[in-house]
């Protein structure tokens, strides 16, 4: 195809018959101004004078634009995690409202929050069973990061933070919370969300939410994590946030004291942890 603006490029065969069935160079694309870029799975992108066009035999020809197309672009376009564009831009009014677009291994939206995908996986799948982003969990704010050292996944969304791993499946917890699984050191120090929170109303009440690897405690003083280990068994010994003896944390553990010792304050005192003392 060839026109002054564009000079002579080539539509590759396998979707050239449809790009003519569309009206070729008098469709709404125009005349492609890039060479086609091959993927996996016979297929192409290609970029013409008004938008992207991607191709596979299973998809057909699906365009790509604005923000989703920088996204998947930024992603690895036809050869990112996302795979192939599957439907056209679809608008949701639910919880703020954006548009979402379904690829061949997983899901692109587009919300005032910014533009952000996931990847075919169980969250997703727990993600959809939850009605997506017109459901409990509302539009993606964050990037989805998935580990493949603690295998599993954490992403952030209008109604919180939500961590998936195929023992716990897909657990959502408060923003606080989500800052401090994240400080702590994620999931490679706290693991993933097990379970919903529990409420305790003694000392001034507050929340415990258990990770495979520890706790965070979240109460008016703070959100503070303790990891898995003798510290947080003792505090558990002595009744945790609702007895008498600790109360809620106030600080963040130190565990960085000589002779490989850790400290945290609480409502009732600051206790030391030692091997040699206990």
Do not use: H
């Amino acid at each position: 195809y060839y026109s002054a603006a564009t000079a002579s490029m080539l539509v590759p065969t396998a979707f050239a018959a449809l790009y003519e069935t569309l009206g070729a160079e008098s469709s709404r694309f125009g005349y492609p101004t890039k060479a086609a870029v091959a993927g996996p799975d016979a297929g192409f992108e290609q970029t013409f004078q008004n938008g992207v066009i991607a191709y596979s035999p299973a998809t057909r020809l699906v365009e790509v634009s604005g923000s989703f197309l920088t996204f998947w672009r930024a992603a690895g376009g036809v050869k990112s995690v996302y795979g192939y564009p599957k439907t056209a831009v679809l608008a949701v009014t639910a919880n703020g409202g954006g548009q979402v677009q379904e690829y061949t291994k997983g899901k692109i939206w587009s919300s005032s929050a910014g533009t952000f995908g996931m990847k075919t996986g169980g969250m997703l799948t727990d993600y959809l069973a939850a009605q997506g982003e017109a459901g409990e969990w509302g539009w993606p704010i964050s990037a989805q990061n998935c580990s493949t050292t603690a295998g599993g996944c954490a992403m952030s969304f209008q109604k919180g933070v939500v961590g998936w791993s195929s023992a716990t499946g897909s657990v959502m917890v408060s923003a606080k919370v989500g800052a401090e699984w994240t400080r702590y050191g994620g999931a490679a120090r706290l693991g993933y969300p097990s379970g919903k929170a529990t409420v305790v109303s003694a000392n001034g009440g507050g929340t415990v939410q258990a990770f495979t690897k520890g706790k965070v405690f979240d109460s008016p003083a703070g959100t503070f994590g303790i990891g898995s280990g003798v510290f947080l068994r003792n505090y558990e010994a002595a009744g945790g946030p609702q007895g008498a003896a600790w109360g809620w944390p106030t600080s963040t553990v130190d565990c960085t004291l000589a002779g490989g010792g850790c400290a945290m304050s609480f409502q009732k005192g600051v206790v030391g942890w030692s091997s040699a003392t206990g």
